[in-house]
C-alpha cells in the first residue's frame, strides 16, 4: 500500500485538495484527503513526497488517429480542408503495406509520447488494425474504433459483417477494447450509416464514433451535394449518383437517421450551430473537440464556449500528428482555454479526464480520484507558490514535469 503526497490534489470529482495525499494498494484508488485531519487507512508500506505537485487523474485522448503517426511533419498546414485530404490520401498511396516497419514504429513512438505526456486511455481511430498489437501491450486503456469509409458501397452489410469478423478476432483479454467508427457524412452512405449503427447496438459496452461537421465543404455537401466533397467523390470513383442530399446540417442528418446518442462520440463539430448543439446535448451526445488539428486543417477554430453553454457533453482528443504537432493533450487544453477563456478551468480538465473516461466506457475505472478506481494517476510538477493549481494546468505542461505513478509506471521516489 502506497501513500503519495503533494501540494495539492485534483481529484476532479471535488475540488482540489491543499496539502494532501492518495493511498493505493494492487492497482486500486484506496482513499485521498488533506495532510492533516482526514483518517488514513492502516497498511501502508511506503510513503512518496512529490513535493510541489499536484496529483491528478491520468488525461484520455478521446480521439486520435495513431496509424498516422508516420506522417508527422510530412502534411503541410492547409486553409481548407479538402486539400488537406487530398495531401492525406496521397501520402497514404505511396506507402500500401499498413504494416510497413516505419509505420508500426512511428504508432510505437506515438504510443510512449502520448503516456509520457500524461494520457493513460485513448480513442483510437484505426484504418486497418495492424498496430492493434502494439497498444494493447502498452498499457494504455481504451477504444479502438475500426473505422468504416463507402459512400457506395456494393453490400454494408457484408462490409460490417467482415469488420467485426476482424474486431472480434482481437485479443478479448487486452485493455483495449474494440468497436466501430463511421468516418463521417460525405463518406459513408445512408445503408452503411444504419448498418454501423446496428452492429454497435449489439456491442452494449463499447461506444461508436463519427467525424461530423467538421468542415464548411461538409456542411455544403449534404445541404445540396455539390461542392469539393462531391468532386473528391468523382475523381476517386465513389461517387452515388442515386444519392439525394439530405438538405440539413450534418448534425440534423445524423440525429435524423437514429446514429447520434449517449453511446457516439461526434468528433471535431466546428460547424455546429445552436440548434446543432442542442441536439447533440438532448441525445446525450459526447462532443469531441480537437481545436490544433482544426487550426491545422483549415476548418476553423471549434466554438468551444457554445459547447460548454449548450450543455452537452465535452471530451477532448488530439487527432493525429499529420495534422497537430504532439500527443500532449495538456497543450489542446492550452489551446482550448485561449479559445474559451470565459470556461472555467475546472470544466476543462474535468473534459480531459472524467468526460474522455465516460465517453469510451471507462467511467468505473478512469477520470477521478475515487476510492476503487484505477491508480492511473499522475503527478505534474508546478513552481512554487501556485495557488489556482487548475488554471495552471490549462496553460500547457511539458512532459519533463510530469510524473507517472500508476503501479508498474516507474513512479517517482521520495
Not at 478521446?62 to 485530404?85: D, K, M, N, Q
Not at 452494449?204 to 467523390?233: D, I, K, M, Q, Y
Request: with cysteine; proline share 8%.
Amino acid at each position: 500500500m502506497i501513500k503519495y503526497r503533494a501540494s495539492w490534489i485534483l481529484p476532479i470529482a471535488d475540488p482540489p485538495l491543499r496539502d494532501g495525499w492518495v493511498v493505493t494498494d494492487r492497482g486500486r484508488i484506496v482513499a485521498c484527503g488533506h495532510r492533516a485531519g482526514d483518517p488514513e487507512p492502516p497498511g501502508i508500506t511506503r510513503e512518496v513526497d512529490l513535493g510541489t505537485a499536484v496529483i491528478l487523474p491520468g488525461l484520455v485522448n478521446a480521439h486520435t488517429h495513431l496509424e498516422l503517426s508516420y506522417l508527422r511533419g510530412t502534411i503541410a498546414p492547409r486553409t481548407a480542408f479538402v486539400p488537406w485530404v487530398r495531401d492525406v490520401i496521397r501520402a497514404q498511396r505511396e506507402r500500401s503495406d499498413p504494416r510497413a516497419p516505419g509505420i508500426l514504429a512511428a504508432m510505437s513512438d506515438a504510443i510512449v509520447e502520448a503516456q509520457r505526456t500524461g494520457t493513460v486511455a485513448v480513442g483510437d481511430i484505426s484504418n486497418t488494425l495492424a498496430g492493434f498489437d502494439r497498444l494493447a501491450a502498452s498499457g494504455l486503456r481504451g477504444v479502438v474504433f475500426r473505422e468504416l469509409i463507402g459512400f457506395h458501397p456494393a453490400d454494408p452489410e457484408a462490409l460490417v459483417r467482415e469488420t467485426c469478423d476482424a474486431i472480434d478476432a482481437c485479443d478479448r483479454t487486452a485493455p483495449v477494447r474494440m468497436s466501430l467508427a463511421a468516418h463521417a457524412p460525405y463518406s459513408v452512405s445512408p445503408l452503411l450509416f444504419r448498418a454501423i449503427r446496428q452492429a454497435i447496438d449489439r456491442r452494449p459496452f463499447v461506444p461508436g464514433s463519427v467525424h461530423v461537421a467538421e468542415s464548411p465543404e461538409e456542411v455544403e455537401f449534404v445541404r445540396t451535394g455539390r461542392g469539393p466533397w462531391r468532386v473528391l467523390l468523382e475523381e476517386i470513383g465513389a461517387w452515388d449518383p442515386d444519392w439525394v442530399a439530405p438538405g440539413v446540417t450534418p448534425v440534423a442528418y445524423l440525429a435524423d437517421a437514429g446514429f447520434l446518442d449517449q453511446r457516439v462520440l461526434a468528433v471535431h463539430a466546428v460547424q455546429a450551430g445552436r440548434g446543432d448543439l442542442d441536439r447533440l446535448a438532448a441525445r446525450g451526445v459526447t462532443i469531441v473537440t480537437c481545436p490544433r488539428s482544426n487550426r491545422y486543417t483549415g476548418v476553423g477554430n471549434p466554438p468551444v464556449a457554445a459547447f460548454y453553454a449548450s450543455g452537452a457533453r465535452v471530451a477532448i482528443g488530439t487527432d493525429s500528428l499529420a495534422s497537430a504537432p504532439d500527443l500532449n493533450l495538456f497543450e489542446e487544453l492550452a489551446a482550448l482555454r485561449q479559445l474559451a477563456p470565459g470556461v472555467p478551468a475546472r470544466a476543462l480538465l474535468d473534459s480531459a479526464t472524467r468526460q474522455g473516461a465516460r465517453a469510451l466506457g471507462f467511467e468505473a475505472e478512469l477520470g477521478a480520484i475515487v476510492p476503487g478506481r484505477a491508480d492511473a494517476l499522475i503527478a505534474v510538477r508546478i513552481p512554487p507558490g501556485t495557488t489556482d493549481v487548475e488554471e495552471y494546468l490549462v496553460h500547457g505542461v511539458r512532459a519533463d514535469q510530469i510524473v507517472r505513478l500508476e503501479a508498474g509506471a516507474g513512479e517517482v521516489e521520495a
